[in-house]
């Protein structure tokens, strides 16, 4: 009868809007009453400004009404005259796109994104969902300053070693693609240098790639490989090094190509390094897309690419370098990224951990916001990020205590995790030692992709710590490892 009257023009009966059921302003925590709403612009503005709100329903249509009813001004954007979705909105329910009809069930995620310029939609696909079971084995790659550790056991429990290569040499990092099963580790021997290897089985033998390696003619040397990531394309790949450089594989890893765009960047020979050196250490590719990314150098800013890296431009608008004078810091380029990962559900979205500030880019890393200031953590200073590739609005932080004490802050070993994209933070310690000063490596700490998200981190006094419920209680998976310096879940 409601879907006859609005097809005839009939007026509406007015509604009294509903009291939301939450505190604006507070973080949203998921129960087993609600699924909860996350909203884009325009329409998060049509809501007050709410971008994740619990609603009640069994189905999408029932989630929306629920979503009209309390907030009046959202009637007509979402669902047309007929009670249909309207052409330029998406809805999705744990990252599938969903009709209508789709159930929802207590704790499930549903997105509703209005249409960006050109079509393109401002969210993707989810990554490979993998739920828990109570069987589940778990195999982490823990690269150390003695060499890879392949750490294997039940999920929740103490883990095994399972095998060690290239003992004696930092392996800066080491990785598994998933789509090909391919491991890779980037590691660097005090004799030889840095090299890249790739294997089928972590604990067999590994192959040298050919590259990454300058030509002849750009009068450099690698001096580290920072980080692998997976392209967005079959088989490729991107590594970041020192000197800030930037290389591209299309064969899974086996050989390699220095991007030109970004080594001849006229700007370059302006760039000063970092503590560490001059490192891209972060690489974010746009799912879907592979005309554009987003990469991190220390300490020469944020640069993005929309052409698959031919050129590039700096996005450094909002980012301030507390550690210049206050009169050197407008315009300034020296800009100490520490780490940068993009929202696989929202790729507009970025979070960063900077030197001396967390911040979030709500444009794809044109400019940034500051949300470490009065927001809950205890220093915004560290090195490790990891973003929850089911929810854009959650993330996690290990603060140390500065750039002069490289430390968990007043000997308190915990993380930080924020679900309203930064606006507060609030500490996860259980199981993690109360009286440690750890230090914790930009590459040390990583997701498992599972539902519920399992977290692993690692410190340079060789604890590897877990959480199989999203840092809500931690346990402790290894001991008595050399110093870590990348922990990376590979199953």
């Not at 004799?191 to 590994?206: K, N, S, V």
């Not at 550690?323 to 970025?350: F, I, K, W």
């Not at 090195?383 to 993330?395: S, T």
Request: proline share 7%; charged share 25%.
């Amino acid at each position: 009868m409601k879907l006859a009257q609005r097809a005839l023009g009939l007026a509406r009966p007015p509604r009294k809007p509903r009291e939301p059921r939450f505190e604006p302003g507070r973080p949203v925590r998921y129960t087993s009453a609600v699924a909860v709403v996350t909203l884009r612009s325009p329409l998060r503005d049509l809501a007050g400004g709410q971008g994740a709100i619990p609603i009640d329903g069994g189905t999408v249509r029932e989630v929306i009404a629920d979503l009209e009813r309390t907030y009046p001004r959202l009637v007509g954007w979402v669902r047309d005259e007929t009670g249909a979705v309207r052409q330029h909105v998406n809805v999705f329910v744990n990252g599938e796109r969903a009709g209508l009809e789709t159930s929802v069930e207590a704790q499930d995620h549903v997105h509703v994104l209005a249409s960006i310029s050109g079509g393109a939609v401002e969210t993707m696909t989810r990554p490979e969902q993998r739920f828990r079971s109570s069987d589940e084995q778990a195999e982490l790659l823990v690269g150390t300053r003695k060499g890879l550790f392949v750490l294997r056991g039940a999920l929740g429990q103490p883990m095994e070693l399972a095998g060690r290569s290239f003992d004696g040499s930092i392996v800066e990092f080491a990785m598994r693609d998933r789509r090909s099963g391919r491991y890779l580790a980037s590691v660097t021997n005090g004799f030889f240098g840095p090299r890249m290897y790739f294997a089928d089985d972590p604990t067999g033998e590994w192959q040298q790639a050919e590259g990454p390696a300058f030509p002849e003619d750009a009068d450099a040397a690698i001096e580290r490989i920072w980080v692998i990531r997976t392209g967005v394309e079959p088989d490729v790949l991107w590594a970041g090094v020192a000197p800030a450089a930037l290389f591209r594989s299309d064969d899974g890893g086996a050989t390699w190509t220095l991007n030109e765009g970004l080594w001849n960047e006229p700007s370059r020979k302006d760039w000063q390094p970092g503590f560490g050196g001059l490192c891209l250490h972060s690489i974010c590719p746009w799912p879907d897309d592979p005309s554009r990314i987003a990469i991190g150098i220390s300490a020469a800013g944020v640069w993005l690419s929309e052409d698959g890296g031919g050129t590039w431009r700096r996005g450094n608008a909002g980012l301030v370098a507390r550690y210049l004078p206050e009169e050197a810091r407008e315009g300034a380029t020296s800009l100490c990224v520490h780490n940068m990962h993009r929202a696989p559900l929202q790729p507009d979205t970025l979070f960063m951990q900077f030197h001396g500030g967390v911040y979030r880019s709500d444009d794809a890393g044109e400019s940034w916001t500051d949300i470490g200031t009065n927001t809950g953590l205890p220093s915004d200073f560290g090195f490790p990020m990891v973003i929850d590739p089911h929810d854009p609005d959650r993330a996690f932080v290990i603060p140390l205590t500065a750039d002069r004490d490289r430390v968990t802050p007043d000997g308190q070993v915990a993380v930080y995790e924020t679900r309203d994209r930064g606006s507060s933070w609030e500490a996860r310690t259980d199981g993690l030692p109360g009286e440690a000063y750890l230090t914790i490596l930009r590459q040390a700490f990583c997701h498992d992709g599972r539902r519920p998200l399992g977290l692993y981190f690692g410190a340079e006094s060789g604890e590897v710590f877990g959480s199989m419920d999203g840092g809500a209680s931690w346990f402790q998976a290894a001991e008595h490892l050399p110093p870590v310096t990348s922990v990376r879940c590979s199953s």
